[in-house]
Each structure stands twice: as structure tokens, then as C-alpha cells.
């Protein structure tokens, strides 16, 4: 860095972590998961060249040294080499495992002239990379310190807030186009902290995650889905569906599954749908796949969130059967002008069909998109065109009132 200083030239410090290595390790063991960390250095090491250094800075997360880089561009490419590499499946005792990369990028002298402090700016970018869904590059800018400081004070929030009171649940509909009604509502948490407010959940639940906080919130979740199950019962809407999301932390551990199961089991489960996103299947397949039975066994329905947006959806589809198919937004963003991407939804609908499951669409938020959807026989729709995630009481009073004509005329 001295060098670079003295002769006005660039260099770049690479932070390389391992998204949902985590997950992965609990999933597979220590043994295969240091293999797969061995690999992975060894993806890293051929991304760069002679004269590169890598280094492992602790866990899954590793750093790489280009000591001379003549502008930004050649780091992006060494970054974009890495996170290639790590797109392509480990194999791991015969078991094919995904894992993806986040990378964080500080050039030097330009963002600091000490290694710590380099060190810690591509750090800082690499955080910014995993909140940003992970599998992606981020370059250092000077607000990402604070950035990092912010994670830190919403964990200690956090905290505290499940501890308080301070959570809360917003129910979004899901209304059927065709019978004129809302048949279930997908609850959602949300956090009113008493100084900052609303906290949006972007921000939160990744914190929640990355601290193993999740797996308590999902806890309360659950029990608080069930309270409003039985809420709803008795003011006669019994029949409603609610769906909850749960989060891979929680099936990754025999104690962390026998609690979901016994708390589904204490709640109005025939009126329950848990969802469940790919990426959760491809950690564990084999456990998800016990835990899905178990949780019909129980009663309840199971969901495939953001369908779609995934590696393998229809080879999931093929081994795993599922109740519900949730439909990312992504699909319908553009469905009253591009013809292919209604052909895809118009797909999808006669898939469901063929499966014997629902085919709910998210993310409906004009007259358009529903005329569209209703085209192809979607009948299932949820968002911001009939409501977005309401409290509790609001909720039950949009039920009382609903008319679907009122929107879609």
C-alpha cells in the first residue's frame, strides 16, 4: 500500500463471503462443509492472478489482495469471476449443494492507506452486498460504516423487542376473483420500535436472520397466527386461510422443527398454510421433505413462495407436493404489455392444475394485471389492488366489507 501510494497507483481488497454457508454447514456437517470451504478457496485462487493474494479471513469469508489495478473495472472483473465460479453446485458425498457469493470491493489508497482499514471498507461492502439478497458485487462508499453500525444497533433492538411487545402482525389478502370473497390473508411481521418507529422489515429481518434471531420470532409468529385463526372463528370467518413464512433456520435443527410442529399443532391447523421458499428446499431436500409431511399430517397446507425465481422450481415440482404455488411479482410486472409473460403465467395456472394445487399470483396492483390474469384462469390474487398488509382489527373490517366488484369493475 506504501508502494501504491508512493506511485499513485490503484490497488483493490476483495471481501468474499459465502451466502447461506451457514445453513448449508448445519444441513450437511462440519466435515462436508469444510470441504465445500476448501473448494471454494480454490474457486477463489483461480478467479485471479499471478501475483494475487488469498487469504481465509475466518469462517466462510475470505479476502483477496490485487496489488495493482488500473481502474475500478478490473476489480469488478475479479469479483464477477469469483461470484461465477460459485454458481455452479458443489458436490458433496453425492449431494449437489448451491451456494452463491457476495463480494465487497475497497480500492486502495483511493478509500484508505492502512490495511485495516481497507480490510474493514471491503468488509463493509460485502455487507451491503448479502442485504442487498446476496449473490452480487458492491464497491465501498464512505456511509457504509454507518451502515454497519446500524446493523449492530438493530440486533440489540431487536433483542429487546421481542421481549416488549413490540412486534406486531399486518394480514394481506388474498380474495378469489371469481367467488367475489376473501378466502386468506398471508400474515406479515412488522416492528413499531418506540423512538424510530415504523422499522421497514428489508431491514430487520435481515438482522434477524444473520443473528439467529428468526428462529424466535418465527416461534412467535406461529403462536400469534393462531391466536387470529381463532380470532376469526369467532367472529364466523372460520373458513379463512391464513399462511405464514418460515425461515430456514427453523428446520435446520431437530429441537428448532419438533417446536414448529408442536405449536402448528396447537392452532386451528386446517386453516393454516406454511410457506416455504426454494432456496430452503435446496438445503436440506430431504428434511423439508419429512417436515412437509409432518406438518399435513397435522392438517395444515404447504406453500411454494416466489415460485419462479429459483434454480430448479419444476424439478421441485416433480418431487415435492405442494398445496399452494405463490407466484413471484416479478412475472406480472409487465403482463399487460409483453404476450410472453402472461404465456408464462398462463402456464403456471395450467400447471397448478395438472398438480391438484392453488396457483395464488402476488403482487396485483392494477385493473390491467387482473383482467389479464382472470384471461388465463387466475382467479388467486394478492396485493396492493384490493390492499396491502392491514392490522388485525382492519383486516377483519375489510372482510366484513369486501366487495370484490368495488375494485375490479
Not at 486502495?108 to 474493514?120: H, K, L, M, N, R
Not at 411481521?189 to 420470532?217: C, K, N, T, Y
Not at 413471484?328 to 409487465?334: G, N, P
Not at 390491467?368 to 394478492?382: F, I, T, Y
Amino acid at each position: 500500500m506504501v508502494r501504491n501510494r508512493r506511485d499513485a497507483a490503484l490497488g483493490a481488497v476483495l471481501t468474499v463471503d459465502l451466502d447461506r454457508f451457514k445453513l448449508v454447514n448445519e444441513s450437511v456437517g462440519p466435515v462436508q462443509g469444510d470441504r465445500l470451504l476448501i473448494e471454494a478457496a480454490m474457486r477463489i485462487a483461480m478467479a485471479v492472478s499471478e501475483g494475487d493474494t488469498v487469504a481465509r479471513l475466518g469462517a466462510d469469508e475470505f479476502a483477496v489482495l490485487v496489488p495493482e489495478v488500473e481502474h475500478y473495472g478490473d476489480a469488478e472483473r475479479v469479483a464477477r469471476d469469483i461470484i461465477a465460479r460459485m454458481r455452479d453446485p458443489f458436490s458433496l458425498d453425492g449431494r449437489e449443494v448451491f451456494v452463491t457469493a457476495s463480494v465487497g470491493v475497497a480500492l486502495f489508497p483511493q478509500d484508505g492507506d492502512d490495511a485495516a482499514s481497507v480490510i474493514q471498507m471491503s468488509a463493509s461492502a460485502m455487507a451491503r452486498a448479502k442485504d442487498l439478497g446476496g449473490n452480487a458485487t458492491v464497491f465501498y462508499q464512505s456511509e457504509m460504516n454507518a451502515k454497519a453500525g446500524r446493523r449492530v444497533e438493530l440486533e440489540s433492538a431487536l433483542r429487546r423487542a421481542l421481549k416488549s411487545d413490540e412486534l406486531t402482525l399486518h394480514f394481506q389478502p388474498i380474495v378469489d376473483v371469481r367467488a367475489g370473497r376473501v378466502v386468506g390473508a398471508e400474515a406479515l411481521m412488522r416492528w413499531r420500535h418506540p423512538q424510530w418507529g415504523m422499522v421497514s422489515p428489508g431491514e430487520f429481518i435481515p438482522v434477524a436472520e444473520d443473528s439467529g434471531l428468526i428462529v424466535d420470532m418465527g416461534r412467535w409468529l406461529i403462536h400469534e397466527v393462531g391466536k387470529e385463526l381463532e380470532a376469526l372463528a369467532a367472529a364466523n370467518y372460520g373458513d379463512i386461510r391464513l399462511s405464514l413464512n418460515l425461515s430456514g433456520r427453523q428446520l435446520k435443527h431437530e429441537q428448532d422443527l419438533d417446536d414448529v410442529l408442536d405449536l402448528v399443532s396447537q392452532t386451528r391447523a386446517d386453516r393454516l398454510t406454511i410457506e416455504i421458499t426454494e432456496s430452503v428446499l435446496m438445503d436440506d431436500a430431504t428434511r423439508t421433505q419429512a417436515f412437509m409431511q409432518s406438518i399435513r399430517g397435522l392438517g395444515a397446507r404447504v406453500a411454494l413462495d416466489d415460485f419462479g425465481t429459483g434454480f430448479s422450481s419444476l424439478s421441485y415440482l416433480r418431487r415435492f407436493r405442494f398445496d399452494v404455488l405463490k407466484v413471484d411479482r416479478s412475472f406480472i410486472r409487465e403482463v399487460e404489455r409483453d404476450n410472453t409473460d402472461l404465456s408464462l403465467v398462463a402456464a403456471i395456472v395450467s400447471m397448478g392444475r395438472i398438480l391438484g394445487a392453488d396457483v395464488v399470483i402476488e403482487g396485483v396492483e392494477t385493473q390491467g394485471q387482473l383482467k389479464c390474469l382472470q384471461g388465463v384462469g387466475c382467479d388467486l390474487v394478492q396485493g396492493f389492488l384490493y390492499s396491502k398488509p392491514l392490522p388485525a382489527a382492519e383486516f377483519l373490517d375489510f372482510v366484513r366489507q369486501f366487495r370484490v366488484d368495488s375494485v375490479s369493475s
